[in-house]
């Protein structure tokens, strides 16, 4: 489901929505025990329902919804996160039950509810997880061309996606053929591709047709169009399933006559007005952690605390960011720009850490404060940097259409990156950003942004 530009799963959607309402079931039910009930509890009561977003809050912030995660975890695989998530929640209700006089929440009604909470949601989660794998709820799908575009799609895990292959479907110009017999289908005089839909009760039909000058049945397409199935380009698929604009699917027209990509004034204002706030924030937050950082820094070795590096920016201009630095001082003694990789042994002990915490990345406000970077946005790569990439990977400067930032999808999305390879799939992602970007999933970002912080997913 599109909502405000941005592709969410319906099953994440539907997940939250189950979830949203078995938190209040439960919250509620504590109030109503003996030991806590308290007067006139309302069902509409402003403190119940406050708890219950608190819970969807918590469990955001936990990375629960995380389609990733869920595809990967089953009851038992979440437990790891609910059980924290809820200890959270018992702690915030405890909280306000201690300083607030004739609170709804005691600390023991807290208590209660983080156990009750903790068998709902583990009940419904597991019901959740077998109903949402039979097949009977997955969308079924048609895909129209067998060649490698095609069958790029198999490089989905379909098991843990709401929809379901049913067949490729040959045209005349076309000599691949699917591994899978069975599931090959033809279009010839006597089948029609609305036959096939009916004959094996498609609700969608994905185009992934490499060369359609000739070989696109474009009057059984817009029949079926019109006779209520959907039509979808693979790259407007991949993009809604996968949150990312994959380059081995993609056509220059899709980009140019595509949506998306909207730069208006009134975006950029309030994106702007986003990061003084946000920037503003940040620095008022982190403060003591910033100046322990840099005291620790300069403890451990010789050289300045922060770090100033050219990288390229919006219009491919180029600017200093500021970096807390983590590399010996003598890390590029020989001028010689070079990936970050694994266990690199030009890091310090203090380096590190703020790597994995992302603490390094803190003194960046700066630039979001004089207006070279945003606070959500692509990484600036460095020059040298930028120029390889841009002559290996195709559509690498679009990525300079917009101000870069602090943090992004593609750092939320994908490992740190310390290849051409990387950059490669980072830009999918940049490019999806891009394309999508608003106010929305700039909040989204930093949600998840924090959960990378908590759980230190791809630092170096």
């Known amino acids: 489901m599109r909502i405000f530009s941005h592709y969410i799963p319906r099953r994440v959607l539907a997940l939250a929505a189950a979830e949203l309402l078995m938190a209040y079931l439960c919250l509620y039910l504590v109030l109503t025990l003996p030991p806590f009930e308290p007067e006139g509890l309302s069902l509409l009561d402003p403190v119940l329902i406050g708890a219950t977003a608190v819970v969807l809050l918590v469990l955001m912030l936990a990375g629960l919804y995380e389609s990733d995660y869920l595809s990967t975890h089953g009851v038992r695989g979440s437990l790891p996160r609910l059980v924290p998530a809820l200890l959270v929640v018992a702690g915030v209700l405890a909280l306000y039950g201690l300083t607030t006089p004739s609170a709804l929440f005691s600390p023991a009604a807290a208590a209660g509810a983080a156990l009750v909470l903790l068998g709902g949601l583990a009940a419904e989660r597991s019901l959740w997880g077998n109903v949402s794998s039979v097949d009977a709820f997955k969308r079924r799908i048609l895909v129209l061309g067998t060649g490698s575009r095609a069958r790029a799609i198999e490089s989905i895990d379909a098991a843990a996606l709401p929809y379901r292959i049913l067949g490729y479907i040959a045209t005349d110009g076309e000599k691949d053929r699917p591994e899978d017999p069975e599931r090959h289908l033809t279009l010839d005089g006597e089948t029609s591709l609305i036959d096939l839909i009916r004959q094996h009760r498609a609700q969608e039909v994905v185009v992934a047709i490499r060369d359609r000058r000739s070989n696109l049945p474009m009057k059984q397409l817009l029949e079926c169009k019109l006779r209520g199935v959907a039509i979808t380009d693979i790259s407007t ?18 980009l140019v ?40 820094i300069k403890l451990e070795s010789r050289g300045p605390v922060f770090f100033w590096q050219t990288r390229v920016g919006l219009g491919n201009q180029p600017f200093e960011v500021c970096k807390f630095r983590s590399m010996r001082e003598d890390a590029e003694v020989d001028g010689v720009a070079r990936w970050a990789v694994q266990d690199d042994d030009r890091v310090t002990r203090v380096g590190r850490l703020i790597r994995k915490l992302r603490i390094d990345e803190l003194p960046q406000v700066i630039n979001v404060f004089e207006g070279s970077m945003s606070f959500v946005g692509p990484r600036p790569e460095r020059p040298v940097f930028v120029q390889e990439l841009t002559e290996l990977i195709p559509y690498f400067p679009t990525r300079h259409t917009i101000r870069p930032g602090i943090t992004g999808w ?17 830009l999918q992602y940049d490019l999806y950003y891009v394309k999508n970007h608003t106010l929305f999933l700039d909040i989204l970002i930093l949600f998840e942004t924090v959960q990378v912080v ?6 170096r």
């Open 237 to 254: 698929f991949f993009e809604r399933e996968q949150q990312r604009v994959r380059l081995d699917s993609l056509n220059a027209s899709w």
């Open 257 to 296: 006559f595509g949506e998306g990509f909207r730069q208006g004034r009134t975006r950029n204002a309030v994106k702007r007005t986003f990061d003084i706030m946000a920037s503003s924030l940040l620095l008022l937050v982190t403060l003591p952690v910033m100046l322990v950082t840099a005291a620790a």
């Open 410 to 426: 593609a750092q939320v999305r994908y490992p740190y990156g310390a290849s051409v390879e990387d950059a490669r799939q980072k």
């Open 454 to 459: 908590l759980f230190g997913r791809g630092a």
